[in-house]
């Protein structure tokens, strides 16, 4: 996964509120393989009408090319399905921002390399109602955590551990392999304080 500190492309937004995973992908198209991409089930059966053809109003038919969605609260909310971050991730999506997110869609979302960028209600609001009609050029920079759209300069909120990894490309294990001199001086900070846990070379336990 690559890292990357900035971003910069079109925006499109999505004004919904409780997006779920399972809208985001439906379950019954996660048993395609990965490697086909799952970016073409992305958001299906609200993009489409009940005969499969794509709904001309759509934001995202409008904007096939956008990579920045801006949505409604409780994005990516509903059950743990990795499945909704590969869709959006294969359909060239780099950021969300919204007001607030489903934790594991979060946290899957980083270690997938796509942005979870939370914003206050008010700043979500004037963004999408900038975007409503077309979508527009959208700047995000990790580093200071600053959104720019035009004149309007807004701030969104990352754990720290989270924005390292993005601009680093990590998952969960390359943030731990990070900190191997931290944990290797802990545990020796423990064996020395706390000998008696473990029993020395050729000594076994009563």
């Known amino acids: 996964m690559a890292g990357w500190s900035e971003h910069a492309g079109q925006a499109v937004a999505l004004p919904l509120q409780n997006v779920d995973t399972d809208q985001l992908i439906p379950a019954r198209f996660m048993t395609h393989s990965r490697s086909d991409g799952y970016g073409r089930f992305l958001l ?3 993009r489409r009408d009940a005969g499969g053809n794509e709904l001309a109003e759509f934001p ?3 904007h ?3 990579s920045v ?3 409604g609260h409780n994005f990516g909310c509903g059950s743990s399905r990795e499945a909704a971050v590969y869709a959006l991730v294969d359909a060239g999506i780099r950021a969300v ?3 607030s997110f489903g934790e594991i869609f979060a946290g899957n979302a980083v270690n997938n390399g796509l942005l979870p960028a939370q914003v206050s209600e008010d700043d979500a609001a004037a963004l999408i109602d900038r975007l409503k009609e077309a979508s527009g050029p959208l700047r995000i920079q990790l580093e200071t955590g600053r959104i720019s759209q035009g004149d309007l300069d807004l701030g969104f909120t990352l754990e720290p551990s989270w924005r ?3 601009i680093n490309g990590w998952d969960d294990i390359d943030l731990t392999l990070h900190h191997l001199p931290e944990i290797a001086r802990h545990r020796a900070n423990q064996m020395h304080d706390n000998s008696w846990v473990r029993p020395k070379a050729g000594q076994s336990w009563p």
């Open 60 to 62: 995202l038919n409008r």
């Open 69 to 71: 969605v801006v949505a």
């Open 44 to 46: 299906h059966d609200l």
């Open 164 to 166: 390292t990894k993005l």
């Open 97 to 99: 921002i919204a007001p």
């Open 64 to 66: 096939p090319n956008a």
